[in-house]
């Protein structure tokens, strides 16, 4: 069955540096997502994309937060200049048709921790 | 945002055991789903529902779109050890791609 994977599945990095998490979206998927899930919480909204640019995004995702679709298969979170408090799992979803009404699949997460 | 709200927070169980947990907004939303989440792991869909009133099932699941379309149900039958996560349900804004998260119901099945 198609999955949506990602790499690192653990990430560590110092406070000031930029990451960026990667995501493979099920194949024939059209929107792609970005959640994160800070320990212990709920899972939250980052952004979505369609057509190669963000089609929503919360308040989360602020000037340091940036996405692209670098070639047909990758979809990457960059976080330009990372804070204690991006310490979180981050999970990349996909879905294959017109809106969020349509099932969103979920990737295995990505573990980041900010020292 | 949006809250969705989840009870109960936890459930301890004895196997075998029927649960029942539900979820509740105070907006409307046309669609509720239902998620897993296993430690470390990303949310795995158990149910979709995409009418109010509707009810279905999927193996030992059950879950129900309530008729004012601001709750949902999901009822677990005779519960095993594999049961054991988090369960989350989920919606989408009316408009857009942005989906809400509940607050999550953590399901313990003692043997």
């Known amino acids: 069955e198609p999955e949506v994977t990602q790499t690192p599945s653990h990430q560590v990095t110092q406070m000031g540096q930029e990451v960026i998490l990667r995501c493979v979206p099920i194949s024939n998927h059209l929107y792609f997502y970005w959640y994160r899930q800070i320990l212990g919480q709920k899972v939250e909204f980052l952004v979505s994309f369609y057509n190669n640019e963000i089609s929503e995004k919360s308040e989360i995702f602020d000037d340091q937060f940036s996405v692209e679709r670098p070639d047909g298969s990758n979809f990457t979170l960059k976080i330009r200049s990372t804070k204690l408090e991006d310490s979180a799992m981050y999970f990349c979803?996909?879905?294959?048709?017109?809106?969020?009404?349509?099932?969103?699949?979920f990737g295995p997460g990505t573990r980041l921790l900010v020292l | 945002g949006q809250q969705l709200n989840q009870s109960p927070q936890s459930m301890f169980i004895q196997e075998g055991e029927d649960v029942s947990m539900n979820c509740t907004s105070s907006s409307i939303f046309n669609t509720w789903l239902w998620y897993k989440q296993d430690p470390g792991e990303g949310p795995v869909l158990l149910i979709a529902l995409y009418k109010a009133g509707e009810l279905t099932s999927n193996g030992r699941l059950t879950a129900q779109f309530g008729i004012t379309r601001k709750d949902s149900f999901l009822n677990i039958s005779a519960s095993i050890p594999s049961d054991v996560g988090i369960y989350f349900c989920a919606g989408p804004k009316n408009t857009g791609n942005q989906f809400y998260f509940g607050t999550g119901t953590s399901l313990t099945v003692i043997p």
């Open positions: 979803a996909s879905s294959g048709y017109s809106t969020a009404q349509e099932t969103q699949y």
